[in-house]
């Protein structure tokens, strides 16, 4: 059976009329168009309609703004939208803005039919906007946005409080609004007609929801600007044969994204590819995990046994907030000390894990610790995206057969020894020249010296050194260290290092030991926030053989967080 597939171009005027009832489908993704894209479009208007004058409009170049899908039955105006929401939805708020800031009453009623259509008893027409976005944006879009006066409510609003598309629509009506209003009278009302006459989209207009996703499958693959998630969603929806449950499936799918925000909807999407396919990305991201989804016979089974329990899981790793109704510190101490490595590659492996073992602690802080072990391990050894890649993908692989055991995977997470030497190599040799890993690494031993089950809660300490960089002339210091070579040699070291709230002046780097320890190392009190730095403050003296003998020790106490 033939489906007829139209496609035609229509003036922005023609678009917000009786021909169409434009209505965002519950598995549209939320409205993402942030201030940058809705002034970029006035700007380009206002470029396009240049020095016109109101005689010459007729001749003004028109102004092309790009195309939009929908499903619509013929001889019917109600029109869903599959691709199109974000440049519809910013045209009914520049129509709204200009409604607000033009003066001429007529003009104004004008624009108010192109937003609201009133009622026709005659003809049977109930009133109704021409535009109705998501269920859980369309209330605050009538209420401040498409109402008269509804703008005013704006300023008013607290936008913290808002979700990520309310935001976005708050502030691109306040945006719009303000370039609105530095136009002359006359020019708003050119604006206005320049926008209605002369600036056209065209319209892709098929009956079923599957030509439409067709359509819209062709349009991405040849370089339409749309997400990964957002093409992802199409595939799977548009699989589900039944409306009601493509719907259902709609909201659950929206549900997750407006939860994680779009940002880490982004991420968890990637994240999901790493665990299924568990190699490098060899085409796309997108492409990879499309065919998964294509080949898969159930559909549903992405969103109930992937994205669903996934998204849950990355929620707890990102906030560290595992919750239990024993005592959760310990999981979650490991998470924030997850949260420090400087790579997300250790993800998808915690993902699994949160996700499978959320509900046996013991199984879930034991498989972490390990995960926590080896992510250390890889960060300070500065092993390579590629080595990272191969080695978490193994570490998949276990948790993929291991099922509800637990040590199979543990055992796969164990560091080996060439892991291990490397990891030692960066933290026994010149530490502080390491920049990436050296606060992390002082923090560790810290922690393990305060026997802490989680990071400190300064989140950016300074390392700082105790024999200073460039000890000066006839200093105490040159005293206990008057090779010059051996000062060189231990220097950067971590028997040489320690953490401090705050970054002091660097003179004050030079004192003598015993000022320094006073003014530079400890707060009120004569004390460190620091068991690390505490321990100098014990010291009478600071001479090479306390130096070697605190590598020693430091060096034993990070060794014992890396052993199971």
Not at 77 to 91: A, F, I, K, N
Request: glycine share 4%.
């Amino acid at each position: 059976m033939s489906v007829s597939i139209s496609g035609k171009e229509s003036k922005v005027g023609d678009l917000f009329s009786r021909e169409f009832v434009f209505r965002i489908p519950p598995y549209q993704r939320p409205y993402a168009w942030e201030t940058e894209q809705a002034g970029e479009l006035l700007s380009d208007l206002l470029d396009a309609l240049g020095d016109i004058s109101t005689a010459a409009l007729d001749h003004a170049p028109p102004y092309f703004l790009g195309s939009i899908v929908i499903i619509k039955a013929e001889g019917k105006p109600e029109s869903d939208v599959v691709d199109g929401q974000q440049r519809l939805t910013t045209l009914t708020i520049l129509l709204s803005v200009l409604r607000a800031e033009i003066e001429d009453s007529e003009v104004r009623a004008q624009l108010r039919d192109l937003i609201y259509e009133p009622e026709n008893r005659l003809r049977l027409i109930p009133a109704r906007y021409r535009l109705t976005l998501r269920q859980r944006d369309e209330d605050f879009f009538r209420k401040h946005i498409q109402s008269d006066g509804a703008l005013d409510t704006l300023p008013t609003l607290n936008l913290n409080q808002l979700s990520d598309s309310q935001r976005n629509l708050a502030r691109n009506a306040m945006l719009l609004r303000k370039r609105v209003q530095e136009l002359s009278p006359d020019r708003r009302i050119l604006l206005a007609q320049y926008l209605v006459l002369h600036s056209f989209l065209v319209v892709v207009s098929t009956p079923t929801f599957e030509s439409a996703y067709r359509i819209f499958s062709v349009l991405n693959n040849r370089g339409l600007d749309l997400s990964h998630a957002d093409v992802l969603k199409a595939d799977v929806l548009g699989a589900i044969p039944r409306e009601a449950e493509r719907e259902t499936y709609a909201q659950r799918w929206e549900q997750i994204e407006e939860d994680l925000g779009r940002d880490a909807f982004r991420d968890v999407i990637s994240y999901v590819r790493t665990v299924l396919v568990r190699k490098k990305v060899e085409k796309s991201v997108l492409a990879e995990i499309r065919e998964l989804v294509q080949s898969a016979s159930n559909p549903k089974w992405f969103v109930d046994d992937v994205l669903e329990p996934y998204a849950e899981a990355l929620k707890v790793i990102q906030h560290a907030s595992y919750p239990s109704d024993r005592d959760a510190t310990t999981i979650n101490g490991l998470l924030k000390w997850l949260g420090r490595i400087d790579n997300v590659d250790w993800i998808p492996a915690a993902l699994v894990i949160v996700s499978r073992w959320q509900a046996s602690p013991d199984k879930l802080e034991a498989a972490l610790a390990a995960l926590d072990r080896l992510a250390s391990v890889l960060m300070v050894g500065r092993a390579d995206i590629n080595d990272r890649i191969n080695r978490y993908a193994g570490v998949l692989a276990a948790l993929e057969t291991c099922g509800n055991d637990v040590e199979p995977a543990r055992k796969e997470m164990t560091p080996t020894p060439g892991e291990l030497e490397d990891a030692c190599a960066v933290a026994e040799g010149d530490l502080y020249l390491n920049t990436r890993v050296r606060a992390y690494v002082l923090l560790r031993v810290d922690a393990a010296l305060a026997e802490s089950k989680a990071p400190h809660t300064d989140e950016n300490p300074t390392v700082e050194h105790v024999l200073p960089q460039s000890p000066p002339a006839n200093s105490e210091w040159l005293s206990w260290w008057p090779d010059a070579a051996v000062r060189e040699e231990w220097a950067h070291r971590l028997g040489n290092l320690l953490l401090l709230t705050r970054r002091k002046n660097a003179q004050a780097s030079n004192y003598d030991f015993d000022t320094k320890k006073t003014k530079y190392f400890c707060t009120k009190g004569g004390v460190s926030n620091f068991p690390l730095t505490t321990q100098v403050l014990q010291e009478k003296e600071w001479t090479p053989a306390i130096v070697k003998r605190r590598q020693d020790e430091l060096a034993r106490v990070l060794k014992g967080t890396w052993s199971d």
